[in-house]
């Protein structure tokens, strides 16, 4: 779309009370020395599209700081209660559109104030002649024009003041999507690397390789610790068919001690398992006696239990009848409770009722005043002399006499409606009421009933003996008496015995065994010795293998590097062929070779920031023809200190320059 600027209209805007300006097209040309109004121009047409001054900032507001919109006075004081108003007419693709934007002051008088208050401001917009809410307008702009892509393709300085990688990303865009099969058809030595990537991204195999190898150059760094480590803990050598030989010669001592020790305690085990066999004999007597007792215990609980049968008997009554009189109570209790609800609602009743009679009383004495007067003009204050209004007045005091009297009537009938109705409802409450007495008394009856049968089997019981348990007496026991009698006759049999001294064999094999464990563990050390060579060995294998490893991926990665390095380049030759003036550098690489993403504009080779005024306005405007050939877009461009620039570069889109000159008064061509 080409959008060209046509005509601009201010009107109290920024110091300007009426400034009309014309645009020729490709070009025209704005003088006048500073503070002439030719950014304001640019500020009207940005505000006018977008809300906002040629530098982004929004309206000012008492609450926020911004560009100030308004026109104000030679003391600084805005001019009240004008409208602040940009009127554009532009031309998108030959279609002539007519844009209108008015800053409203919103003044309301409150209440009770004699003067009105400035409440806030409102945006009143047209579009074609045709009143707009904001919103509206807004999405009809944005049809005709995106604000950033506006902002790319109107100001030779904005695409530069982005973010480096918002830069990036416009220039990525516009270089397309070049695929990695392209980049092998260019560089044939690639091919092999396609194929080895098995349906994965570039960026996924490399890092692939890179975990891989990060995972392999781990282990293999300590790989050397880890051979030093084993080095440094190895044991000596010894002699080992020496060692071997003494352990042999103390094992055969050993065995001759253990043959001594064992001839000692079979004597003693002989003499040893008599003694046992009597112990376990006494054991079982001591048995015989405890079951004696335990069941002569049990008899006499038998005993006891039956004797006092009938106290049970008796309290397991007595607890029926508690329970049924504490039944009997928690009803009565009920009842009453619900009789008091019943009463309640027969007093509440009767005091609706005699509040109903009072009311009828008062409304029965009420009469019907009428109020003396004529009709009197309310302009001049006199009396009417109209027969047909009179007639009129003096029929509507009997029509309002007729009214009180008929709801006066109406009145009484539902007083007296409400009142009979209430009558009904107390003798059917006062018949619960009779139930809920004869219940209570029936109650009270059968409580009288249960408490006497109660009170006897109480006596009952205080009359019934209770039978107390004996403690047995082991003596009067015939079994008792027979094991404790044989207990005494096995005791009288064993003899004391004593242990065999084993202690200096015992004491003598401890120190052989120790000296054994000592020369087995000096011969141990020839296992771990074995040991630690195969791990080294290992290690040393590892070691060979794991370099190779990293070897072969460091070779894919470089491939991977030179791979990318190409595409890079590809990516820099795309984008740098849409330019004249300007070169693009994407990307840097450390020392060890690995992209690293930037984005700087280049002019002759110069930093943009380093450029010239004039350069930097070329370079920009070179930007602008090549993102409005990508767009497919043109809008008006507001060259800021056009002075500085001898010769502009060609371009598609209308230029609109602002210079500074020494004329008071703007100059438009």
Not at 51 to 56: A, M, T
Not at 424 to 432: N, R, V
Not at 437 to 460: G, M, T
Not at 561 to 584: D, G, H, P, W, Y
């Amino acid at each position: 779309m080409n959008v060209r600027l046509e005509k601009l209209t201010l009107i109290y805007f920024k110091g300007k009370q009426r400034l009309e300006v014309n645009f020729n097209y490709p070009e025209t040309l704005i003088l006048g020395e500073n503070g002439t109004g030719k950014s304001t121009v640019s500020d009207a047409w940005h505000w006018l599209l977008f809300g906002k001054d040629s530098v982004g900032r929004s309206v000012k507001t008492a609450t926020s700081d911004g560009f100030e919109l308004k026109t104000l006075t030679n003391e600084n004081e805005v001019i009240p209660s004008v409208d602040h108003e940009v009127i554009g007419e532009l031309y998108c693709d030959n279609r002539k559109v007519t844009l209108r934007k008015i800053y409203r002051e919103d003044w309301v008088k409150p209440r009770g104030a004699i003067t009105a208050v400035l409440k806030g401001h409102t945006n009143v917009c047209y579009f074609d002649g045709v009143p707009v809410d904001m919103g509206e307008y807004n999405r009809r702009i944005n049809d005709i024009i995106p604000e950033a892509l506006f902002k790319l393709i109107t100001n030779p300085m904005h695409y530069n003041s982005l973010h480096w990688q918002e830069r990036r990303k416009v220039l990525i865009n516009m270089a397309g999507n070049i695929s990695d099969i392209e980049i092998a058809a260019l560089h044939p030595e690639f091919q092999m690397l396609l194929e080895s990537l098995e349906g994965k991204s570039l960026a996924d195999f490399k890092a692939k390789i890179g975990a891989e190898k990060a995972t392999i150059k781990k282990e293999f760094d300590l790989l050397p610790t880890k051979i030093s480590t084993v080095r440094e803990g190895m044991a000596e050598v010894q002699d080992w068919v020496f060692l071997e030989s003494e352990i042999a010669r103390l094992q055969t001592d050993i065995d001759g001690i253990d043959i001594a020790i064992g001839n000692a305690s079979e004597s003693y085990k002989t003499v040893l398992k008599g003694v046992q066999e009597k112990q376990l004999k006494i054991n079982e007597l001591k048995t015989t006696k405890q079951n004696a007792i335990q069941k002569a215990r049990t008899a006499e609980q038998n005993r006891v239990f039956e004797a006092n049968q009938k106290r049970r008997e008796l309290e397991n009554v007595i607890l029926g009848l508690k329970r049924e009189l504490s039944t009997i109570q928690t009803n009565v209790e009920n009842l009453i409770r619900e009789r008091d609800i019943v009463q309640g609602s027969i007093d509440r009743t009767n005091l609706k009722i005699s509040n109903l009679r009072n009311d009828w009383s008062t409304e029965n004495s009420r009469e019907y005043k009428e109020v003396d007067g004529c009709l009197t003009c309310p302009i001049y204050e006199h009396e009417c002399t109209d027969a047909i209004a009179q007639d009129k007045h003096a029929g509507s005091r009997d029509k309002a006499r007729e009214t009180f009297n008929a709801k006066k009537k109406e009145k009484l009938a539902d007083i007296n409606k409400e009142g009979s109705d209430l009558s009904a409802k107390i003798p059917k409450l006062q018949e619960q009421i009779d139930g809920y007495n004869r219940d209570i008394e029936k109650y009270a009856e059968h409580r009288e009933s249960k408490q006497k049968d109660l009170d006897f089997r109480i006596s009952e019981l205080e009359l019934t003996p209770i039978e107390q348990e004996k403690t047995p007496i082991p003596e009067t026991l015939p079994d008792w008496v027979s094991a404790d009698s044989k207990i005494k006759e096995i005791e009288e049999t064993i003899t004391e015995i004593n242990p065999v001294d084993n202690i200096e064999l015992i004491q003598q094999k401890r120190g052989i065994v120790l000296e054994i464990d000592a020369l087995k563990k000096r011969l141990n050390t020839k296992e771990n010795i074995e040991s630690d060579e195969r791990r080294i060995d290992q290690y040393t294998k590892s070691q060979q293998e794991m370099a190779q490893q990293i070897s072969d991926l460091e070779s894919q990665e470089y491939q991977v590097m030179q791979f990318t390095k190409a595409k890079f380049a590809e990516v820099e030759n795309r984008i740098n062929s849409k330019f004249k003036l300007v070169k693009f550098k994407l990307f840097n690489y450390t020392t060890e070779g690995n992209e690293v993403e930037v984005c700087e504009t280049l002019v002759d080779g110069v930093p943009f920031s380093s450029a010239n005024t004039a350069g930097r306005i070329n370079a920009g405007l070179d930007i602008i023809n090549a993102l409005c050939e990508y767009y497919g877009y043109t809008a008006p461009i507001f060259i800021d200190n056009r002075e500085s620039v001898n010769d502009l570069i060609p371009c598609e889109s209308q230029i609109i320059n602002l210079i500074v000159t020494k004329d008071k008064n703007l100059i438009i061509n």
